[in-house]
T-cell receptor, first 113, second 113 residues
């Protein structure tokens, strides 16, 4: 049972344009969400997070939007840069737990020149 | 500030053998979590340690066990290896006060033949 889903395995975007990565979840107990970026041969790197009491969080070029009623979140990268090319994982957790993160299967972003 | 380190980088074992993987937490972090990432999947939570005690466990059998040491470094032990244990094993550390923002090491690639 995949509780966190990233339905797009890959995405290609031109440099300078907006990248939008999507994530859906099914578990209503999830109340904290994170995005991680992973380069080959490296561990995932924390990017940005959002609590369920908010619907938007910004950090520089990265913005995460949360739609609780739709159980959907998205990561916007503006403007996209070639160095953003990586696999992006959405993760979710319930703040009452031992910070167990449940990950999606990832979306491979390719930013082209 | 030293990041999360893991050893070894790669390991090949035979079915039925036992393996120990090691992790050094990021400086100042007192919580360590272990994840298994199979090919094409997102990381799956194995367990977490805080103050040298197990603080949460995912859906993994008892042959997966761990330790956390007073210096917050950690070990993952897997007994009676099976072919399906072949995966990337990731260690993540976090501070108790910001436990959802987990910082990952580069992982150990385990191959069971």
């Amino acid at each position: 049972d995949q509780q966190v889903k990233q339905n797009s395995p890959s995405l290609s975007v031109q440099e300078g344009r907006i990248s939008i990565l999507n994530c859906d979840y099914t578990n209503s107990m999830f109340d904290y969400f994170l995005w991680y970026k992973k380069y080959p041969a490296e561990g995932p790197t924390f990017l940005i997070s959002i609590s369920s009491i908010k619907d938007k969080n910004e950090d520089g070029r990265f913005t995460v939007f949360l739609n609780k009623s739709a159980k959907h979140l998205s990561l916007h990268i503006v403007p996209s840069q070639p160095g953003d090319s990586a696999v992006y994982f959405c993760a979710a957790t319930s703040q009452g737990t031992a910070s167990k993160l449940t990950f999606g299967t990832g979306t491979r972003l390719q930013v082209t020149l | 500030e030293t990041g999360v380190t893991q050893s070894p980088t790669h390991l090949i074992k035979t079915r039925g053998q036992q393996v120990t993987l090691r992790c050094s937490s990021q400086s100042g972090h007192n919580t360590v979590s272990w994840y298994q990432q199979a090919l094409g999947q997102g990381p799956q939570f194995i367990f977490q340690y805080y103050r040298e005690e197990e603080n949460g466990r995912g859906n993994f059998p008892p042959r997966f066990s761990g330790l956390q040491f007073p210096n917050y470094s950690s070990e993952l032990n897997v007994n009676a290896l099976e072919l399906d244990d072949s995966a990337l094993y990731l260690c993540a550390s976090s501070h108790r006060d910001r436990k959802y923002e987990q910082y990952f090491g580069p992982g150990t690639r385990l191959t069971v033949t």
